[in-house]
Each structure stands twice: as structure tokens, then as C-alpha cells.
């Protein structure tokens, strides 16, 4: 591992080199993070180090474990409900106020990232990495920052969760988004905001559906777990 060098601070390259490690899977979850040892790696104090664990914690990827220590939080199958609820909540946020917001140069920019990611079948990374970037760009249309930031985290969990558990089935719910996205367009540029709504509660919740049965299928998660958060 190189040491970390760079105008920003220590503390942001340290936070932001181990977040990414951990979305990675570099660090598993669970593994214990050794302190001294890092900071020996990365060219660092231990100040730094602390501090990022410290942001890192507060977003849900680091747990702080009494007389052992920071390790990678856990990733339990049933965060799945709670990831795509918030999604759910988020997307419908933006996508009202884009429907107010957005500009005709916006549907225009929003129309070439649907069709670059309709030659994306094969490749899933790319495919989910446009996805990402398609909602970061309808919350900056609709000028919906504080959203933005936090579908941000949200985003990142769903990565890890599809990582770890849903490889298999990703695969398979892409050709359904990808016309799912494309009604959404459609409800934006025509700005019926309450047609945008049901499409987004829908595309959420047929993606929740398959990959809890998917997750179910193969042990990874019990019915009363996701009756108890479906409500």
C-alpha cells in the first residue's frame, strides 16, 4: 500500500481511502481494523486515522466494538428493505421537483445517459455505475442537494449489498430498469410529477420484490424479516 500524498488533508485522504476500500471489499466485513498498523501503512498519525473512523462510523460502515476496536460493519441480507425504502423516498423527493426544475437541456443530457446505458447489458459495473450517475444528475436538475447526499450513502450500501449477495440476480432485473428509467423520462418531460411518483414507487419496489425472493431462494432471509419491514 503506497502512502497517501496530496493537497487535501490527511484526514479526507485517509476517510476517503478507506471507505473506498471498503465498498471494494478490500476490507470484508467484519475485519478488524488495526490502527497503529494503518497509519503505519498509509505515511500517517494515528489522528487522522481516528478521525476518518470516526465519519466512517456515522455513515454505517464502521462499528466501534468495546475492547477490540474498530471493524467493517456487517452486511445483513435484511438491509436490503431498508435501502430500497429510502430509495424509494429519495427518488420521489427529486423527481417531483425536477418535474418543476428540469430544463430542456437537462432531458436532453438525461436522454444520452438512457441510451449509453441501453448498450451496457453485458457490462454490469458500467451499467450500475451510469445508474448512479443518472440519479446524482436528476437530484443536481432538480436542485435537490441535501437528497443528493444522502441517496449518496444509500447508494454506496446498495453497492455493497449487491456485491456481496446479489451478483446472480442483478444480471438478470437490468433489461426491466432500463424501461423502467425510460417511463420515468417520459413522466419528467411531459412534468406530470404524480405519474413520475408511481413510476418510481413501482420500479423500487418490483426491484425489492425480486431480490428478496432471490435472498429467500437461498436462505439468506427469512419471510418475518421482510414482512417486518414492508410493514
Known sequence: MRQLSSFKSKRDLVYEHLRTEIL??????????VIDGLASQLGVSQIPIREALQ???????????????????????GLICEVFQLLEALEVISSRAACQ?????????????????????DDLEQWAHENERLHY???????????????SNVLDQWDR???????????????????????????????????AEQIIRRHNRRALDAYVKHLQAT?????????????
Request: hydrophobic share 40%.
Open 101 to 121: 426544475r428540469m430544463k430542456n437541456d437537462h432531458f436532453d443530457d438525461m436522454q444520452q445517459i438512457l441510451r449509453h446505458m441501453d448498450t451496457l447489458g
Open 24 to 33: 471494494r471489499g478490500t476490507f470484508a466485513p467484519g475485519d478488524r481494523i
Open 55 to 77: 465519519q466512517l462510523q456515522a455513515e454505517g460502515f464502521v462499528v466501534m466494538e468495546p475492547h477490540i476496536g474498530p471493524r467493517v460493519a456487517e452486511i445483513h441480507a
Open 137 to 151: 444528475a436528476i437530484c443536481e436538475w432538480a436542485r435537490t442537494g441535501l437528497v443528493k447526499n444522502l441517496m
Open 219 to 231: 436462505g439468506q432471509m427469512e419471510e418475518n424479516v421482510v414482512m417486518t419491514a414492508q410493514g
Open 161 to 195: 449489498l449487491r456485491h456481496y449477495y446479489l451478483k446472480d440476480v442483478f444480471v438478470h432485473r437490468i433489461e426491466q430498469s432500463q424501461r423502467e428509467h425510460w417511463e420515468i423520462f417520459d413522466a419528467l418531460r411531459a412534468r406530470n410529477a404524480d405519474r
